[in-house]
């Protein structure tokens, strides 16, 4: 009997934990070493509007992956658990990618500042006469007036729009001493400016914040300090009915697994060839898929098989499935040279003529993987695997 309260406490633990870490690492925070500064100026600009009624604009650049969404909704989600801001201010939030034209705009911003029953049944002529109507609400209130937040992800799409009217008139409101108005626009493209007409340039502050993400000074040092933040164990976890032995050997065994060195050197790699938060959550995330209620430890081989896993070459892959005919035809596949391949090639060849037969040809696979693939290929017949490697030599 107890073996099986002990069997379901197991479970129990393993399924708590887990889940806490996962959502962890899908919904937390980036470390806040990364973006200490910037999380502040965005806050105590958002608080400014509520708490002065003084309306302005922002601009949130860096690369992709660099947790530009992730700061600003972690500021949101903070300032919305004081009452004091919630109750002031209403948010807005766009996307370019989801909201293509000014009607999916006006339509969502209608909806989201809960204005349907204003609007009513009133039909417009254009989105044009949408937006003013909503504009001409917004400037009938004052500064006592609920403070409108509006955050505006993939700014840059909204920017290569006809007359770029809507960020216009989102502007003209911030510019004009009206209801408090914020607009913070998010963007990866860094010379977003360019982009506005002059119209536009003159209502917006210019203020620009750049995000470097984890590839500025002591990124590698704030990666392996996140990898432990983020498969960290709480200890407030036993609320939730998880036995702290379990959270003792949890954490235990995670700082061996962060001092490892084979681990170390996996985040070193990564962070050579992706800098981005989202790229290191994406591998974590998979690690942590692995366990189970059977092997509900972190192992230093789940982070090598994953690695290795996702640094596997597509085009060995498909060679591995091929048959030993196919494989023959593979080792003679070319490509005829185009653009400047065949440019440079041509101007090493100037004033020959250059028939059909001799033109330049490319094989389409290195012969490393052409060797690779012979080597990993089971019960390949001797003379294919000896002609292969004198046609690599």
């Known amino acids: 009997m107890s073996g099986q309260r002990k069997t379901k406490n197991d479970g129990r633990n393993f399924h708590i934990a887990r889940n806490f870490i996962k959502q962890k690492i899908l919904h937390s925070y980036v470390p806040h070493e990364y973006y200490e500064a910037a999380h502040k100026q965005v806050a105590d600009l958002f608080k400014r509007t509520v708490e002065t009624g003084d309306s302005d604009s922002l601009l949130l650049v860096g690369p992709r992956g660099s947790g530009k969404s992730n700061l600003v909704h972690t500021v949101i989600k903070e300032l919305l658990e004081e009452p004091s801001f919630t109750g002031a201010a209403l948010m807005v939030e766009l996307n370019g990618f989801i909201h293509s034209d000014e009607r999916l705009s006006l339509k969502d911003i209608t909806r ?120 960290y164990l709480p200890q407030r976890l036993c609320l939730l009915d998880i036995q702290s032995s379990f959270l003792e050997q949890w954490n235990s065994n995670l700082a061996k697994i962060c001092e490892d060195r084979r681990v170390q050197d996996i985040i070193f790699q990564q962070h050579q060839t992706d800098t981005s938060d989202s790229y290191f959550r994406n591998f974590l995330f998979q690690v942590i898929s692995r366990l189970s ?101």
């Open 112 to 231: 989201q500042l809960h204005a349907e029953s204003l609007v009513g049944n009133r039909e417009f002529r254009s989105a044009a006469d949408n937006l003013s109507f909503l504009l001409e609400s917004l400037k009938s209130g004052n500064k006592r007036s609920k403070s409108v937040i509006f955050v505006i992800d993939e700014f840059d799409l909204f920017c290569n729009r006809e007359n770029q009217s809507l960020i216009y008139s989102l502007f003209d409101v911030a510019q004009a001493a009206h209801t408090p108005l914020c607009l913070l626009g998010i963007t990866s493209y860094y010379h977003v400016l360019d982009l506005l007409e002059e119209r536009v340039k003159s209502r917006f502050s210019r203020r620009q914040l750049l995000l470097h993400g984890a590839g500025g000074p002591d990124g590698l040092k704030s990666r392996y300090r996140h990898l432990q933040q983020l498969l």
């Open 293 to 393: 209620v059977e092997k509900p430890m972190l192992q230093v081989s789940d982070f090598v098989e994953i690695y290795e896993k996702n640094m596997e070459d597509s085009k060995m892959n498909m060679l591995n499935g091929l048959s030993v005919l196919e494989l023959c035809l593979v080792m003679e596949f070319i490509k005829l040279l185009e653009g400047e391949d065949e440019e440079e090639y041509n101007e090493l060849s100037i004033g020959r003529q250059k028939q059909d037969e001799f033109k330049m040809y490319r094989l389409m696979i290195t012969d490393d993987q052409i060797d690779a693939a012979i080597r990993a290929y089971p019960n390949l017949p001797t003379e294919v695997s000896q002609w292969a490697c004198s046609s690599l030599q």
